[in-house]
């Protein structure tokens, strides 16, 4: 009776690892390497195509950071995409206390997630960049539609108001954030000079120079 028992722990043990081996195999933008944690959204899928920063990334990076403690590298290779989602997985990066990496191209939103870390690096090769967010005219229109009643806007002129306010509140925030973070704040301000068609990879130097590498802070003994 005892052997049958712990033949059932060993097969339930080997199952159920084999299915967290499959799941995370099958992750299309998040992998577990030792005590980093591979974010990549650049790699094609099957059907063509590769995947932005999405808000379905925000539960799967705290899961995984919950399950795997040991984690204290997020290695970033992404060209963007939402901005919520970078903020929110900025959050995380921060409450977690992780250093970041850059080990191929980490742009736009990407960089939000990148300034969160304590420790800052970027492989030889790699490179960040930067310029202004951008909302495409069909997504506004699906905004404005989606939200002029709960928001009170009874014109589109409304909506505009909103944005212009929306807009320099947005700004105001990401510059304040990369100043916290370490970030000259001449070299964050030229970030945002920037046109959303445009971008701007500064060299190895300027970013060292500037504060988006560093160094994690050693305590104080």
């Not at 925000?58 to 403690?69: F, K, T, Y």
């Not at 929110?88 to 080990?103: G, H, K, N, P, Y």
């Not at 997504?139 to 589109?156: C, I």
């Not at 959303?196 to 500064?202: G, H, K």
Request: hydrophobic share 40%.
């Amino acid at each position: 009776m005892r052997q049958f028992a712990r033949l059932s722990l060993v097969v339930g043990l080997t199952l159920g690892w084999v299915i967290a081996a499959g799941a995370e195999a099958d992750d299309p933008v998040f992998r577990v390497a030792g005590d980093t944690l591979i974010y990549d959204t650049t790699q094609e899928h099957e059907e063509g195509g590769s995947t932005d920063i999405e808000v379905a990334h925000i539960d799967r990076l705290l899961e995984l950071l919950r399950q795997n403690p040991e984690i204290r590298v997020l290695d970033l290779n992404s060209t963007g995409g939402s901005l919520y989602a970078g903020r929110e997985m900025a959050r995380i990066v921060l409450d977690f206390d992780l250093d970041t990496l850059v080990s191929g191209e980490c742009f736009s939103s990407c960089v939000r997630i990148f300034l969160a870390g304590a420790g800052r690096r970027m492989l030889l090769g790699a490179k960040i960049g930067f310029h202004q967010t951008t909302w495409s005219p069909r997504s506004v229109e699906e905004y404005y539609t989606a939200n002029r009643e709960a928001d009170g806007w009874e014109t589109p002129f409304d909506f505009v108001s909103w944005v212009y306010e929306d807009t320099q509140s947005e700004v105001h925030d990401d510059l304040v954030y990369m100043i916290d973070r370490g970030v000259d704040a001449g070299f964050a301000v030229r970030t945002k000079g920037v046109r959303a068609d445009d971008s701007w990879y500064p060299s190895r130097l300027e970013l060292t120079r500037a504060g988006v590498l560093r160094e994690r802070a050693r305590a104080a003994e």
